[in-house]
Nanobody, 123 residues
Framework: EVQLVESGGGLVQAGGSLRLSCVAS????????IGWFRQAPGKERERISC????????SYADSVKGRFTISSDNAKNTVYLQMNSLKPEDTAVYYC????????????????WGKGTLVTVSS
């Protein structure tokens, strides 16, 4: 059974940092794309970052570029999202998702989703 489990969310003050983890089971990060998405209350889901395990290429939404960094440890089947300089508008439930045998993270093309972890940034 394929599972993605996020962790690392919590409450942090504006300007602080958090590192989210996404651990996969049931498949190996060797030829997939893993993305981080978020959804704030009353807002649409937003793709914020993606990493292709085949070549390590990454992409970021403009809203997080320069503040967030995605990385992967294929040996641990884990993808991380380091979030620095957090702002209240970063408050959301953060999800990781996998595009099996993919190199991008299309909003409507991810094969597996985690259940999410809540990040709350206080002002």
């Amino acid at each position: 059974e394929v599972q993605l489990v996020e962790s690392g969310g919590g409450l942090v003050q504006a300007g602080g940092s958090l590192r989210l983890s996404c651990v996969a089971s049931g498949f190996f990060f060797d030829d997939d794309a893993i993305g981080w998405f978020r959804q704030a209350p009353g807002k649409e889901r937003e793709r914020i970052s993606c990493i292709a395990s085949s070549d390590g290429s990454t992409s970021y939404a403009d809203s997080v570029k320069g503040r967030f960094t995605i990385s992967s440890d294929n040996a641990k089947n884990t993808v991380y999202l380091q979030m620095n300089s957090l702002k209240p508008e970063d408050t959301a439930v953060y999800y990781c998702a996998a595009n099996w045998y993919g190199t991008t993270c299309p909003d409507d093309g991810m094969d597996y989703w985690g259940k999410g972890t809540l990040v709350t940034v206080s002002s």
